[in-house]
Structure formats: structure tokens, C-alpha cells
């Protein structure tokens, strides 16, 4: 039992308890803060290229998910590769841009195309009102000034006639501004490409064009240096 002095010594204390248990009171009620706002990036749309589908894209999927996107940031274009490329899938390109922003949010999605989709989306980005849609646009291997070996085949497939130097898809989208609006463009070409022929059809005048050394046409899709380079240009 306290006596009377040890009573009055406490008293003091008891004030100061009393303050400290508000303050703890009010720091609990405080709301926590906002977690840091990560940084803001487009929803990324793949476009594979002729006789390929959304497979294709395994290795740079998984890079991009290594470098911080998620699944629901990624998205991939499937579609018939043998119909036109301004009549028919630059068009149906456009729809699923269009469903992507509805689903995401976003107001821009970047576009990585390989081979055949570089004309694809190329199209869409041109005539197709992608200059407003889409915020960076990059090209694997791409023919965008056409390819000889397409003459193979553009006998019987239309895909084929529009990848052949020349045709009305080549000279439409390389007449004027070979990379028009506010998009960033980039091309990644190989000196050993055995399906885009010339090499230099890829390089486009207004983007950053890389060269990759000596590569084969698909061993673009999963070179760690190439992937590289498309994720710190999607960055800028």
C-alpha cells in the first residue's frame, strides 16, 4: 500500500500516461498512408507474325512479367494470317486495340509486332487511327519495305502479295511519313535474316532502328538481347 507521499510523487505521471494513451488513440484512427503510385506504363499488345500464332511470345511474356507486368498488362493478338492486311486484320487489330483500353483503362497500349504483324499494325497505326491509340510501336524482323520470299507464295495468298517489295500495302505505308504522329518507333533487324530479304527492309526513317547481329528470323522472339532492348524502349 502507497503511502501518502508515495500517492503524491505518482500523481505527476499520471497526466503525462493520460496524454500518451490519446496520442497512441489517434495515431490508430489515422488512415494508413497510400501505397507509392507505381509508375505509369501502357498495357503491351503482341502481334506474331505469318503462319504463327500468340505461342510465339512465351520468352518475351516472361521477361516482361520478370521486369515488374502483369498478366493483365499483356495481351496477344491471334489471327488468320493469310487474309489482307488493309482490308481485314489491320481493321480487326484495331477492334482488339479497342478492347484492351476498354478493359484496362489505359488511354494508349504499346504494340510489339514480329515479321508480317510489323505491316499489320504498321496499317492500323497509319490508317487506321492507331496514331491516337498507340504510344510505342516495335518491330521484330519486320518486311516493312517488302521481302523477296514472299514472292513464294503470293501466287495464292494474299499476306504474301502485300509482304512483296512493291505491293500496294508496301508503297502505301513507306509513301510520306514512314513513322507518323506521336508514336515512338523502334525496329529491331538481323544481318542474317533468311525470310526478310533485303536485310535493310526492316530500319524505317524517324525510329530507333538496332541492329541485332547475326540472327535467324525467329531467334528474334528469344534473344535475351533483343528482349533487352524492346523492354528499356517500352520504358522510355
Request: with cysteine.
Amino acid at each position: 500500500m502507497l503511502t501518502g507521499r508515495q500517492r503524491q510523487q505518482a500523481l505527476p505521471a499520471l497526466p503525462a500516461l493520460l496524454a500518451l494513451l490519446a496520442l497512441a488513440s489517434l495515431c490508430l484512427a489515422l488512415p494508413a498512408a497510400p501505397p507509392a503510385q507505381a509508375a505509369t506504363r501502357s498495357p503491351v499488345v503482341l502481334v506474331h507474325g505469318y503462319n504463327a500464332d500468340p505461342g510465339v511470345w512465351g520468352a518475351l511474356r516472361a521477361d516482361l512479367r520478370a521486369a515488374g507486368y502483369t498478366d493483365a498488362e499483356l495481351f496477344s493478338f491471334g489471327y488468320d494470317t493469310h487474309q489482307s492486311v488493309n482490308e481485314v486484320l489491320a481493321g480487326r487489330l484495331g477492334a482488339y486495340v479497342d478492347q484492351v483500353r476498354r478493359e484496362t483503362g489505359a488511354a494508349r497500349v504499346d504494340v510489339v509486332a514480329h515479321s508480317f504483324g510489323s505491316l499489320v499494325s504498321r496499317w492500323y497505326v497509319k490508317f487506321g487511327g492507331g496514331a491516337a491509340t498507340v504510344d510505342h510501336w516495335v518491330s521484330l524482323a519486320g518486311p516493312n519495305r517488302g521481302t523477296s520470299t514472299a514472292w513464294a507464295c503470293a501466287l495464292w495468298d494474299q499476306a504474301c502479295r502485300d509482304m512483296t517489295p512493291g505491293s500496294y500495302v508496301v508503297k502505301n505505308l513507306n509513301g510520306g511519313d514512314e513513322t507518323p504522329g506521336a508514336v515512338k518507333y523502334a525496329t529491331f533487324w538481323s544481318n542474317c535474316d533468311e525470310v526478310v530479304n533485303p536485310d535493310d527492309s526492316v530500319p524505317l526513317t524517324g525510329a530507333a532502328n538496332t541492329p541485332v547481329g547475326c540472327l535467324g528470323h525467329n531467334d528474334l522472339l528469344g534473344d535475351d538481347a533483343t528482349s533487352a532492348g524492346v523492354r528499356a524502349f517500352l520504358a522510355t
